[in-house]
């Protein structure tokens, strides 16, 4: 058992999920996760899958993501407590055949998730986390349900993280608290222009919990639990860094207020033929010559 507060990088965590140490894990196919995976998410409140996707196809979603105007013009800017930026662009619809929404349906990301989960699963919104080199700005501890509780009852919703770029402790990747979720949902209130949890408890779980850096490969990704809490450091370095979070919840947890943002409804899942299609035809749109 490692002591509290202990603060560790992925490369020394020991015996991860998929029986080595977690910077050995295989890619997986659509396959569903094994029994260890599964007890691994429920214990930590979180998942990493490296090589989930190629860095070519990584490499091509950036690409489309950093000429795309569309995506651009739906940026919103998100201030840390010190007033730097970070950039987020999010959808709730599934409408259209962009790049991000067919990652959004991917059977890569959907089918792990209901499993995790234990539910069918509605599509909630998925996001663009743009942060730039020198510039990007911090994320302040919070759980997604802190945010998500005034619209849904329960917390039985997720997340997937894939790295599109490179995340390392130099550019801000994200940080979280091993095993926080079952500590169930905590107040949240206004820390500068973004939410962020109660700072009094918030000390005494970092106290007792280890922080875990996510440092990513380009085509990792991360599936987390909804009280899973999680923040992330400003980018001090020279590169970007790009992430897709695709968000979800089980079918029987939708809003229960009315104009809820988001279409819950059954959704086609895309295989990796049907994605790579709909990327290309991002690209010919966007006027993107070939690789």
């Not at 499993?115 to 302040?140: F, N, V």
């Not at 949240?188 to 007792?208: A, F, I, W």
Request: charged content about 25%; overall charge negative; proline content about 4%.
């Amino acid at each position: 058992m490692r002591p509290a507060g202990h603060r560790t990088d992925r490369s020394g965590m020991g015996i991860g999920p998929y029986g080595g140490t977690e910077s050995c894990a295989k890619r997986m196919s659509p396959a569903p996760l094994n029994d260890e995976q599964v007890a691994a998410f429920h214990r930590d409140g979180y998942l990493f899958v490296e090589d989930h996707f190629s860095p070519q196809d990584m490499e091509r979603l950036l690409r489309v993501a950093r000429v795309d105007q569309e995506l651009a013009a739906g940026a919103t800017d998100r201030f840390d407590t010190e007033g730097r930026v970070s950039r987020l662009s999010l959808r709730y619809n599934l409408e259209g055949e962009d790049s991000y929404r067919a990652y959004a349906r991917h059977e890569r990301i959907v089918e792990p998730l209901e499993q995790l989960l234990g539910s069918d699963i509605y599509h909630y919104h998925h996001k663009m986390m743009m942060k730039e080199p020198h510039t990007g700005g911090a994320w302040e501890w919070h759980q997604d349900y802190g945010y998500w509780y005034g619209a849904f009852l329960r917390e039985q919703m997720g997340s997937c993280m894939i790295a599109v770029d490179r995340a390392s402790r130099a550019n801000g990747c994200l940080e979280v608290l091993r095993g926080s979720h079952r500590f169930g949902r905590l107040d949240h209130g206004k820390r500068g222009d973004q939410t962020g949890t109660d700072p009094e408890r918030m000390q005494v779980l970092e106290d007792r919990l280890e922080l875990v850096y996510c440092e990513m490969a380009p085509g990792t990704v991360l599936f987390f639990h909804s009280n899973t809490l999680h923040r992330s450091a400003p980018n001090t370095s020279a590169e970007s860094r790009w992430a897709l979070i695709c968000c979800y919840t089980a079918v029987d947890n939708t809003p229960f207020i009315d104009g809820a943002a988001g279409d819950f409804s059954p959704f086609d899942r895309w295989d990796d033929e049907r994605v790579r299609v709909a990327v290309q035809a991002h690209e010919e749109r966007l006027a993107l010559a070939p690789d």
